[in-house]
């Protein structure tokens, strides 16, 4: 595509993300500021049409980005980061909330929600399976104690083990060091296929380690926060009833996160999926706008943007890249923060 089809479909799809009417050849003149006639715009928004990157809804109006024509868009757009003084305004606002994973996950999604007028959507972050990092025997009574673990991601978990005869703190302390030595870095399958000599005490510990966690493999899927409903239902967009009830039915029966997981998602960056690109038929009026973030090799949770193929793509990219960076970075705190806090917390038993 030569510059100028490409000044002029880049006007035609700015025009259209910004008033949501077709776009005439006249309106085109003015935005490019290019010194040519209407009639030479016509000819050339012919040529687009023909190569599928504009639509005319109808023969006497102008002119509407396909799919194609907006991907040529998103992959032309010159990057550009939240300004500086939102990125402060919502590093505060984190700030000034609990130091808690939960509370920053709602938080993150509203904020994110506001700044791109469109649905916001988050999963908590999660291992992609279960590792041993850690774990202390708490000793309860002389044939009773507590089995702390320590899963990989900053998970904690926690269980009664009953012995047959009395353990000493001393050899809790053993077999905890014993634990730690065999089984740092394995998945419950790992440990449990693990060829080690064990005592009755250390078998037992070692059951309940594989029990917890085979359940936490076996929970179901992640956590999900979802705000911004509203900013969408007043996109003109959604002024058809079906549309809007089919949008409706996605959220309230939990599928719209379902569908949007399956698209493939690169494992780094902010990846733009518009209109039929996804995979899921429900979701081809839509464009998205996802990124992981978390802990690599951790926890890795999803946060992105639901909107009409008419969105304001930069935003939502700049937006959502701040917003997974400012949420890895608090993840990569805490997670450090509560390994030491719960390793304090086991010693000072």
Known sequence: MNNRTAAILSSITRQYIARAQPVSSASVV?????????ATIRNEMVTLENDGYIIRPHHAAGSIPSDKGYRFYVENLNYVELPIEEQRLISHMFHQVEYDLEQWLSLAVTLLSQRVQNIAIMTSPKPPSCRFKHMELVSLQEQLALAVLVLRGAVVRQQLVNFEQPVTKEELRIISD?????YAGLSALQISGKKTELSLNEQKVTDCIVNLMRTED???SEDSYIDGLY???NQPEFNSGSRLASLMGLVEQRKLIEAMMENQLNEYGVQVIIGKENRAESIQNFSVVLSRYGIADEAIGTIGVVGPTRMHYGRAISATSFMSSMMSRLMSDLYGREIQSNMKKMNNN
């Open 30 to 38: 003015l935005d490019c500021g290019l010194e040519i006639s209407s």
């Open 178 to 182: 014993k634990m730690v030595k065999n």
């Open 218 to 220: 076996e929970r179901g």
């Open 231 to 233: 900013y969408l239902m």
